[in-house]
């Protein structure tokens, strides 16, 4: 047995993201979850290791407990991989001590509350030489991966122009009530940073452009909505985007658009051809060209890029989804702790979380200005 030992901090019985990462963890047999802080309650958080089984003797009261009883373990029983599925505000504390003591980290978007911040746990990374991924989980879909795979190999030709959108209607309930927006962690900048939709929503849209082309958005023009004057945060927005002068496209997130539930899709057209995914239908992706019948792409067929058939668990014809994605992210994140060789664009980097930070500061930057285009270069 040669599981990495995995500790959690966040992703309790009462949150959203952490099954995910739980069965995401156990999904290839690669790790064990030894230990963490569930909940800021002691209780709560032995309450609930209890009911998933863990042992409580390493289910800390905070996380200072966490570190300071890991540290003085021998290496061969310390935790080495920390997942950080707190609200973002603890993001950047948690990973940054995480860091100083030799962890190997995994964090949840976005990677801090601010730009500087992030370059701060970039610095630390290369210092101590850590593996370090950044949870945008929708780049572990086998399609997304082949759709990077044969960009890269030229199959759409030279890119002229991107969609991507991210839409979910989840917030309609809670804005439009003064009494229950000041409740939501979310809606508070304390908590959640500069931005509410385009913090949490928009990065993954912008990671997606990004992960998919290989290249970077060299300036952008936003348009945010906060709709109530009492509330600080966008919860809409639209941004145009610039990878070059003949690489131009729209990033359109939203937490109002109602009904929706989480529609993520992107569509990228280049002059040789053109594919369109979305999250909500992950097994089919559109090969689209000016001159043929569209082609529909399905993974676990022999015709799938490498990266794609190694993230890939069954043969076709069996649908797999988002708790796959985070599996094959985990096991990427396995495979560079262990040393193993992975595929690039495996995981989600350090890089990754960084861009993404950069992208939110001017994204409220431009909007702030007076919708006016900002440059993402030379930050
Ligand atoms: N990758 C994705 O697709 C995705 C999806 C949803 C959320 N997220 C991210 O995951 C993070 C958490 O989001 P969520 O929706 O699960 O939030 P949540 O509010 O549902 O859960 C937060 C969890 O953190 C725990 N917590 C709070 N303070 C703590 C502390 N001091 N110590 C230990 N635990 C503490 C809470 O008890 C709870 O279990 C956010 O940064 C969010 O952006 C990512």
Redesign the pocket.
Known sequence: MNKIRLGI??????????I?HRVASYMFDRYEIVG??????YE??TKFAKQIGINTDRVYN??NQFIETEISKPLEERIEVVSV????F??FPMAKKLLENGFNVIC???LTTSYEEAKELEALQRKHNAIFAV????TGYPLVRHMKHMIAAGELGEIHKIDVQYYQGWINPVIHDPEIRKTV??LDPKKAGISSCI??IGT?AFQMAEYLTGMEIKSLLSDLNNLYEDNTLDIDGTVLIRFSDKFKGVLRASQIATGEENNIKVAIYGKKGAYRWEQENPNYLYHLKDDEPRRVIKPGNAYVSEIAADGTKLPGGHPEG?FDA?GNIYKGVAKAIRGEDFYDGEFPTMNDGVRGMLFIEKVVESNKNGNVWVSMENQ
């Open positions: 901090l966040g992703g309790g019985g009462d949150s959203l993201i952490g995910l963490g802080v569930f909940n800021p309650d709560e958080n905070d996380f599925l707190t609200p973002n603890l993001h949840e978007k976005p949870t945008y989980t929708y962690w979310r913090g949490d993954h988002i985070m």
